[in-house]
Structure formats: C-alpha cells, structure tokens
C-alpha cells in the first residue's frame, strides 16, 4: 500500500488551520523560544498530524476525511496538552 504525500500535506495544513481558528499563538511567546515549552500553531500541531497520518497508513486506509479530522485531533491535542498533562 503506497500512501502519497498530499495525505501528509493535507494534515498539515489541517492541523494548522484549526489551530488558528482555535486562537493559538504562531510562536510560543516565551523567550528564548528554545526553552520554552509552550505549544503554538508551528510546534507541536504539524509533528502531531504527522505522526497521527503515519500511524492512519499502518492501521486503516488514509483518505481525504481522515486526514482533516486527523488535523482537527492534533490541534485539539496541542491545545489542552497543558491541561492533559500539566
């Protein structure tokens, strides 16, 4: 089964959309950024997705709908990853 690389692409810029619409910041706003540990729309959402598609392709068959609840998951998940795990 060969996956191709729009279902990645797809969600991406799922996840990316639906953190913006769900108000997260582009950056994390703490300095220096690489101490920071807060979650923004560029870090962890798309890492997030990503890895969620691989694991769709190992388990299930990807399509389009999938890929963009998977973008809606990750940028819930980034979202209340604090309240989660905090």
């Known amino acids: ?6 279902y990645y692409v ?4 799922a996840s990316i959309i ?3 619409m769900l108000k997260m910041p ?3 706003k703490e300095r220096p950024i690489r101490d920071s540990f807060e979650t923004s729309v560029l ?4 890492i997030i ?5 691989a694991i ?7 399509d389009l709908m999938s890929c963009v609840l998977i973008g809606l998951i990750s940028a819930l998940f980034s979202k ?7």
């Open 1 to 6: 089964m060969v996956i191709s690389m729009e």
């Open 10 to 13: 797809i969600s991406v810029i």
């Open 18 to 20: 639906f953190a913006f």
């Open 26 to 28: 582009i950056i994390p």
């Open 43 to 46: 870090f962890p959402t798309p």
């Open 49 to 53: 997705a990503l890895g969620l598609t």
């Open 56 to 62: 769709d392709k190992i388990l299930f068959t990807p």
């Open 80 to 86: 209340f990853s604090d309240k989660i795990f905090g």
